[in-house]
């Protein structure tokens, strides 16, 4: 067994499983290409029978991401396997991922099944997934709450069907690294044929043990990890890419695994999906969070100062965080900001590139000058509101007084159509949320509002970040602008885009 470990990224599919989350085509495209440049394995584009939006997603992501594995999830039903190879069957390397879960939880109450018929469908379904392409993993669900000697029947069966990835997922998050690392030995020593196949683990986070755990298994024999970006995913979410990714790489000394992976890729891909998918990256978070290299006591800094190895035990500049210098004016051109957003990764074509420019006159116009991360705002916010059907593109506020509560009209627009809407309130984001949501006739309630500086100052761009509930359904919106309420206005419409979308 070599020390090569492969990287599956699964921030497109467990992770859009996150509450509230929901990305469009584009978004899932634009993170799928910076998954490629952080050169994972393996790429879960999404679950093509799950909805018409997913399916789309992923046949994108197939026929334009080359470099990398492009897995499509199923549930162990032919329909289900069926659209996913429709899904990815350009994908250079498509790879169907089929699941059932073996737990007698699971069994009993929701699958209503024998363990018998359970590992017929497994079978059945790694048997049909096998017709459409030779790379095929299966996954029995809730394996650590499963009885092991069935785990080990039906991991048997499946391999001899013709899988080539057997993935043991820790679906609710309840085991512990020394149990985990335990469980699968087991199952490299009991399983016949599981030295031909390559071994996978899959943490969700409910006991904040899903890195460990996954480390604790490559070091009993697993040589795939399924990870999320930010550590999103389900519930507590899935284990961290960036934090196994680090903690392969700076403990190579104890762990001796080497992964494919460019780290320099994982503070851009880190924002690019926070952006894009509205959920904001705690500050303390490990290796991505915004005090990650921050050393606030005298002592730390003192130590720092003097050599960065008494506090740092990685270089920043090796998870890619080294201060953009760029910087452009009102006087900048389209080509300056074209240049710039080349050298960020952003490739807009000509018309998006006329839309990106007059958002960003607007905004330097009124902050003067817009560095690095404010531009990177700007192209997310382009991107984010792509194919999004009602734009803003009129904003009036007031914040009232002794006489006048506080008062908002907004103007929306779509393919040529307007409406204004007058709304007063308790402050002046909730009079613009209000005129927008009279505006679209959609009830929503809000959840939670959260407010940052993309940079320091006074005149730094605000990222508001709004989560909304619709008709039982979590959504999350993003906005970004030099003034507060209009951010808030924007990330509220980019909310309820995705309620009518
Ligand atoms: O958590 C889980 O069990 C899953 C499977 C579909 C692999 O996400
Ligand atoms: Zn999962």
């Not at 049909?128 to 669900?141: C, G, I, Q, Y």
């Not at 394996?143 to 080539?164: F, P, Q």
């Not at 196994?244 to 000394?253: E, H, T």
């Not at 209009?486 to 009518?500: C, G, P, T």
Request: charged share 30%; aromatic share 4%.
């Amino acid at each position: 067994m070599g020390n090569r470990v492969y990287i599956f990224d699964t921030t497109l599919r467990d992770g859009e499983q996150s509450p509230g989350i929901s990305l469009g085509t584009r978004e899932k495209l634009e993170i799928a290409e910076q998954l490629q440049k952080l050169k994972v394995d393996v790429i879960e584009a999404g679950f093509p029978a799950t909805s018409k939006g997913d399916f789309d997603a992923v046949c994108q992501i197939a026929k334009k991401i080359r470099e990398p594995v492009i897995c499509a999830l199923a549930r162990a039903l032919p329909d289900d396997i069926n659209t996913a190879w429709e899904a990815i069957k350009e994908a250079e390397n498509p790879r169907i991922h089929t699941f059932i879960s073996t737990s007698d939880i699971h069994l009993a109450y929701q699958l209503k099944k024998s363990r018998q018929e359970v590992k017929q469908l497994a079978v059945d379904a790694v048997r049909l997934a096998k017709r459409h392409t030779s790379d095929v993993e299966f996954s029995p669900m809730d394996a650590t709450r499963s009885d092991v000697d069935y785990l080990c029947e039906v991991l048997e069966a499946v391999i001899r069907e013709g899988a080539t990835v057997v993935n043991i997922p820790d679906t609710v998050g309840y085991a512990i690294p020394e149990e985990f690392g335990d469980l699968i030995r087991t199952l490299m020593e009991k399983v016949p044929g599981i030295e031909n196949v390559l071994v996978s683990v899959h943490c969700h986070n409910d006991l904040g043990l899903a890195v460990a755990n996954s480390i604790a298994a490559l070091k009993s024999g697993a040589r795939q990890v399924e990870c999320a970006i930010n550590g999103l995913g389900e519930r507590a979410g899935n284990a961290s890419s960036e934090e196994i990714i680090m903690a392969l790489k700076v403990r190579k000394d104890l762990l001796g695994f080497e992964t494919g992976i460019k780290t320099e890729e994982i503070s851009r891909t880190s924002r690019l999906v926070s952006l894009l998918t509205g959920y904001p990256v705690q500050p303390n978070k490990a290796i991505v969070g915004r005090n990650a290299f921050a050393h606030e006591s005298g002592i730390h800094q003192d130590g720092v100062l003097k050599a960065r190895s008494t506090y740092e035990i990685m270089d920043a500049s090796s998870v890619g965080l080294v201060e953009s210098d760029i910087v452009l004016g009102k006087h900048s051109g389209r080509h300056a900001l074209k240049e710039q957003l080349e050298r960020l990764g952003y490739y807009l074509k000509d018309d998006e590139l006329d839309q990106a420019f007059s958002r960003f006159k607007e905004l330097a116009d009124k902050k003067g000058s817009l560095s690095g991360k404010d531009i990177e705002a700007i192209a997310l916010e382009f991107i984010r509101t792509q194919g999004q059907e009602w734009k803003l593109t009129g904003y009036e506020v007031h914040s009232g007084g002794k006489e006048a509560p506080p008062s908002a009209t907004i103007t929306l627009e779509r393919d040529g159509e307007r409406r204004t809407e007058r709304a007063i309130g308790d402050g002046m984001v909730d009079a613009a949320c209000k005129a927008i949501r009279a505006a679209l006739g959609v009830d929503a309630k809000l959840i939670s509002f959260t407010v940052e500086a993309i940079t320091g100052g006074l005149d730094a761009l605000g990222d508001v970040t709004i989560q909304l509930e619709v008709g039982g359904k979590r959504v999350v919106g993003r906005g970004v602008s030099t003034d507060i309420v209009e951010a808030s206005a924007r990330a509220y419409l980019n909310a309820i885009n995705k309620v009518l979308r």
